[in-house]
């Protein structure tokens, strides 16, 4: 099951592009349907983990480990927990949704939509891999896919900010690369099975922890990304088409959180401990200075985009609180609350953007008065976004508040709470200037209601956030034995 999700969106990509370059609409639809089976088969693992495998740290779905290079031992090992199952269900979502959302696109479709199936089997497999191979492989080829997706269908600035994505990202990945070597070499007999490094990595003398520990979160930094390796972030979002958007924040920001929370908290639990306190910082420090500077922003996208480096800033804080099971739940929470109302904020910008073909917010006001449907989803997720009670963004950071505070520095966790009150102001500021106040209607008098199919994108993550948020017991059910699990591991 867990190879279908890769070969699935693989064997669509070869189709898109046996068919003729000319029959747009035939390659759109075959995409969307190449998404489809993906989507249905990681809900219902989802559903099928949560009712036999919840209780259960223990991996499920498991594949392999079959011997692949046998010279390197190099096995083809899959598996899925509480920690990856909830993710693949939401890349599955947001692969379908953001397909959808490109039926926009005009120029050089076959490519685009051969591309994007590519970077969902790549992302598929970051999430279910076991073996260290298999990881950088898939860690590496979404990288491809989404250089070209950026810098061929994005904005003014799209070569600049495609190679910056691609520099950033792949200077990581030598870190990781280096640091996956070291483990390999000092494992005996020699593997590259996660699974038995992390029952081994505890044992590494104490300064090769710390060196792979850091090797490893430079790479994860960069994707989250922490600041100060963010830069890349802002323009990448600016630049990208709105459906790339929804994937590199919904899905691929996920990446760096979840090799932490994979690989180097339960790899090197002394060197977590050893750093806590200053990746608790980093956190708190990512937490204001991005909704500080989304404040000073003026262009839409960017608000949303330095919005991100806020929001998973949160994660930082969370896992800097190693001890807290509460916090690294409220991780995986704020991980999928994120995916969901960013990835939405993503396409409406996107869906004002297509009418408007600007995104500046001080030439817009009284757009509520116009287009009330699309105002109302808009305010809907941008209080979803400021954590208002009753939706998902509440519910994760409270967990993670809730779970710091008893973990780490009273005063580092009293500062990032401001994070929430600098949240509102620049959501309900940008819904001020951009839906209340005067219509200018020679100006925007054109402008058209959102359509059918612009909502019927949106809507499925309208009812996971209002879900997630009003009853969130099953996602905490879900991934509950795999936290606990994970918190007594690094307790070693």
Known sequence: ?????????????????????????????????????????????TYEFFVNHASSAAMAFVEGPYEWIPLLNVQYYLGADGISVPL????????????????????????????????????????????F?????????????????????????????????????????????????????????HTLNMMELIQSGSALPHTLQLVCFVFFFIAFAIKVPVWPFHTWLP??????????????????????????????WPMFPEAVRYFSFWIALLGVIAIIYGALVSMAQKDLKKLVAYSSVSHMGYCMLALGAVTSVQAITGCMFQMISHGLITGALFLLVGVLYDRAHTREIAVFGGLGSKLPVYAGIM???????????????????FMIFVG??????????????????????????????????????????????INLREVITVAPLMVFTLWIGLYPKPLNELMAATMEHLVTLMAR
């Open 88 to 131: 693949l269900a939401l890349t599955g979502l947001l692969s379908t949704i953001s397909l959808v959302a490109s039926f926009g696109i005009e120029n050089r479709v076959k490519e685009y939509f051969a591309f994007f199936l590519l970077l969902e089997a790549g992302m598929m497999g970051v999430f279910v891999a076991l073996d």
């Open 404 to 449: 710091s505070f008893g973990a780490l520095n009273k005063v580092l966790v009293g500062i990032a709470v401001l994070g929430v009150v600098l949240g509102a102001a620049y959501m309900l500021r940008m819904v001020q200037n951009v839906f209340l106040g005067e219509f200018n209607l020679s100006k925007w008098g054109g402008l058209t209601e």
């Open 235 to 264: 323009d990448a979002h600016v630049e990208a088409p709105t459906a790339v958007s929804v994937i590199l924040a919904g899905v691929l920001l996920k990446m760096g959180t979840y090799g932490m929370l994979r690989i180097s």
């Open 133 to 189: 191979f298999l990881f950088y492989i898939f860690w590496e080829v979404m990288l491809v896919p989404m250089y070209f997706l950026i810098g061929i269908w994005g904005g003014p600035r799209k070569e600049y900010a495609a190679i910056k994505f691609f520099l950033y990202t792949l200077f990581g990945s030598i870190f990781m690369l280096v640091a996956i070597l070291i483990l390999y070499f000092t494992s005996e007999p």
């Open 1 to 45: 099951m867990l190879s279908s999700l890769i070969f699935i969106p693989l064997a669509g990509m070869i189709l898109v592009m046996l068919l003729p370059k000319n029959a747009k609409s035939a390659i759109r639809w075959t995409a969307v349907g190449a998404s489809i089976p993906p989507l249905v088969l990681s809900f219902w693992l």
């Open 379 to 397: 305010v809907f997720f941008s209080m979803a976004s400021l954590g208002l009670p009753g939706m998902s963004g509440f519910v994760s950071e």
